[in-house]
């Protein structure tokens, strides 16, 4: 039997870090999903929306020398999916951070280094990128930006970790495939996902008896890509040749003007759709965080303090809404080039956002719609 042959025929086990995190909690079900044997990464262990136990390791994978110990055993991992990501408290601040930079460089390396020594079938890693390739927090980026119109006109680790899986791969005759998904969202807490955020939001506007109305800034349209449909991608990915060494923007296929999905975000989350009523997100929750422990015992919600829900949401909701900015990111990609290698799966962004609200809701996270 060929060495091809043998690898195809070997059980399909995949290591998949920032096990915790709104990506990776989504790959682990999608995975588990499709058959697959998981073992789940991160310092706290991920809460399935199904319910589901898998394997889990709790590792800090800034820890050369844990990490290298944890994973040295997993001799039989045939696939990674690294969803994992280390932000500073600041967070758009943090983006052009050097050290932010060199932390998930070291990440990774962590994570791949002890996997192709030990384990002699590894076969693929997914990476994940996003729109911060081709400098959207900085300027204006090609409309629609290619997978090809990467700008490497300032740093970033996704340059780094790209150019680092492709040596490693050639070398050690694994592939790999980039994932370059817009605003992610999906009913995990504790994420950078601005959905929580939104939620805890509107529970003490209706709460204090305020307007929902529209926190953010000028109009634009954007684009968001659910993290279910992520994880689908990265499924498809790890077995396809067309995914091989490639690179491929993400989307959920339709467009969304926030003001335009706020009265179905209003209706899940049992507020009232108002005029805007421009603020901070991030200033708002921080002043309100007592009310938000009132409706936590009101409910009787699950006991999460507030950072535990929303993790870096509201900043990013902040950032995501163009508050305080004179216009909203020019941000579309193209996503022809994943299309046309055979993914074709697409999910109705508003739709995506209120389920999520829902799942959150029925997990006792958020107050009911009704009082």
């Not at 829900?309 to 508050?323: E, K, N, R, S, V």
Request: proline share 7%.
């Amino acid at each position: 039997m060929s060495a091809t042959n043998q690898r195809k025929d070997v059980p399909k086990k995949v290591l998949i870090t920032g096990a915790s995190g709104l990506l990776g909690v989504a790959a682990i079900e999608r995975f588990v999903d499709a058959g697959w044997e998981v073992v789940g990464v991160s310092r706290r262990k991920p809460e399935l929306p199904s319910g589901r136990n898998v394997d889990f390791l709790s590792v800090d994978l800034r820890d050369q020398e844990k990490t290298r110990v944890a994973f040295e055993p997993l001799t039989d991992v045939t696939h990674i999916a690294y969803t994992a990501l280390h932000e500073k408290p600041e967070l758009v601040a943090g983006w052009s951070s050097k050290d932010q930079i060199e932390t998930n460089n070291a990440m990774l390396h962590n994570v791949v280094e002890p996997i192709v020594r030990t384990a002699p079938n590894f076969q693929h890693i997914s990476i994940l990128q996003g729109t911060k390739v081709y400098g959207v927090h900085l300027h204006p980026i090609p409309i629609p930006a290619r997978e090809r119109d990467a700008r490497k006109d300032h740093p970033n680790f996704f340059f780094d970790q790209e150019a680092y899986v492709g040596e490693m791969g050639a070398t050690h005759g694994f592939k790999y495939t980039a994932l370059r998904p817009q605003l992610v969202t999906g009913p995990t807490p504790g994420a950078l996902n601005v959905l929580p955020a939104i939620g805890v939001y509107a529970a003490i506007r209706r709460e204090k008896g305020e307007p929902f109305g529209f926190p953010g800034g000028p109009s634009f349209v954007w684009e968001a890509a659910d993290a279910d449909l992520v994880a689908d991608v990265a499924v498809w990915a790890a077995q396809s040749p067309q995914a091989a060494n490639e690179a491929f923007n993400i989307t959920n296929g339709d467009v969304f003007e926030w003001r335009n999905v706020w009265p179905g975000i209003a209706e899940t989350l049992g507020a009232e759709a108002r005029p805007d009523t421009p603020m901070s997100v991030t200033a708002y929750l921080a002043e309100n965080a007592a009310i938000w422990d009132k409706i936590v015992a009101k409910y009787g919600l699950r006991s999460r303090n507030l950072r535990e829900l929303i993790g870096q949401g509201d900043q990013h909701a902040d950032f995501a809404f163009a508050y305080g900015a004179p216009a909203g990111p020019r941000a579309f990609v193209s996503t022809i080039k994943l299309r046309q290698a055979g993914f074709t799966k697409a999910v109705d962004t508003e739709i995506s956002f209120c389920t999520a609200l829902q799942s959150l809701i029925d997990r006792k996270l958020l107050p009911p719609a009704s009082k």
